[in-house]
């Protein structure tokens, strides 16, 4: 008798399936990670806008809920590929993205809260479009 030599081909086959069921797991995780680091950007971009809306309730000495818009705060936003705008109304930021290859681009905003004038300020965000998984572990409330 000689002796075996190479790989049947039903162990082929099974390692194709193996591999198959492993990439059906990973690819989505794959994905929505990257969307995820898209949604990122526009956090980045926010962060300007938290600048803002902190250095105007500095100088005014109250919470800065009453700036009407971005040119109030001294705030000139920029697009980029993934971010579409970011406003501030009231103190309020609200970030927009795009081209994040999510169904629906997610929506972000920044809510400030300050209990007093010497009070640090605090944000609360919340999304207002799009899936929790595609935005920021803490923005993952719906608003």
Not at 28 to 52: G, H
Not at 110 to 124: E, M, Y
Request: with cysteine.
């Amino acid at each position: 008798m000689k002796k075996q030599q190479g790989f049947t081909l039903i162990e082929l086959m099974i390692v194709i399936a193996i591999i198959a069921i492993l990439a059906a797991i990973a690819l989505p995780a794959y994905q929505d990670y990257t969307i995820r680091t898209k949604v990122s950007e526009t956090m980045v971009a926010m962060s300007a806008a938290k600048l803002a809306v902190a250095e105007t309730a500095q100088s005014q000495g109250v919470l800065a809920t009453t700036i009407a818009d971005n040119t109030a705060a001294g705030y000139a936003g920029q697009a980029t590929d993934k971010v579409k705008s970011v406003a501030i109304d009231k103190g309020v930021i609200t970030g927009t993205t795009q081209n994040t290859g999510a169904k629906v681009d997610p929506i972000l905003t920044l809510t400030p809260t300050q209990a007093d004038k010497d009070a640090p300020i605090t944000w609360v965000c919340k999304y207002t479009a799009g899936e929790a998984k595609h935005v920021p572990a803490s923005c993952r409330t719906k608003g």
